[in-house]
């Protein structure tokens, strides 16, 4: 999967998508809102198995109390993990549909650096355009379809900002 100016090219498509509000950054960090640039990988995938069925084998149910921790201080920050849980975490069942489908990219993982950012995932947009906190959003149909062609360890390039003019 490679991000373009037009959407994200794979397997000859081209799957329109949102990204951060913050843009792309070559130098991510938790709360700008900004999609990092580099190479990354699909390393989970998660669903809401009351809303949708299981899209592939390896997808994992998304349950009550599933969430992400985002709190950079924690020994679980950019990490699934489940309530209670008192530090600063983002709900992964969302009463919204975002986070019906969620794919997981190994953005600063498995060790993550504190402040770095946190939770980069590939879910369905709110709509065409409207900017994620940093993740890529699709269409429901798009992001099912991928889903449904990718693999773990799929790539995912985000182009570096190193020689573009704003």
Avoid at 45 to 61: N, S
Avoid at 91 to 102: C, G, H, I, S
Avoid at 107 to 135: D, M, V
Wanted: hydrophobic residues 40%.
């Amino acid at each position: 999967m490679v991000l373009t100016p037009k959407g994200m090219r794979f397997a000859g498509r081209i799957l329109p998508c949102s990204i951060g509000r913050g843009g792309l950054s070559n130098h991510k960090f938790e709360g700008d809102g900004a999609t990092p640039t580099g190479s990354h990988r699909i390393v989970g995938m998660l669903y809401r198995p009351d809303r949708i069925r299981r899209p592939v084998d390896w997808a994992e149910p998304i349950g009550p109390l599933d969430l992400w921790s985002d709190a950079s201080e924690a020994a679980e920050y950019n990490e699934h993990v489940r309530a209670p849980y008192a530090a600063s975490h983002e709900a992964l069942r969302r009463a919204d549909p975002l986070y019906d489908l969620v794919l997981i990219t190994d953005w600063n993982w498995p060790i993550a650096k504190p402040g770095r950012g946190s939770a980069i995932f590939l879910h369905q947009w709110r709509r065409p355009g409207y900017p994620t906190e940093g993740c890529i959003a699709f269409s429901r149909e798009n992001l099912h379809w991928l889903a449904e062609q990718i693999a773990p360890e799929t790539r995912l390039v985000i182009p570096s900002l190193a020689g573009r003019i704003p």
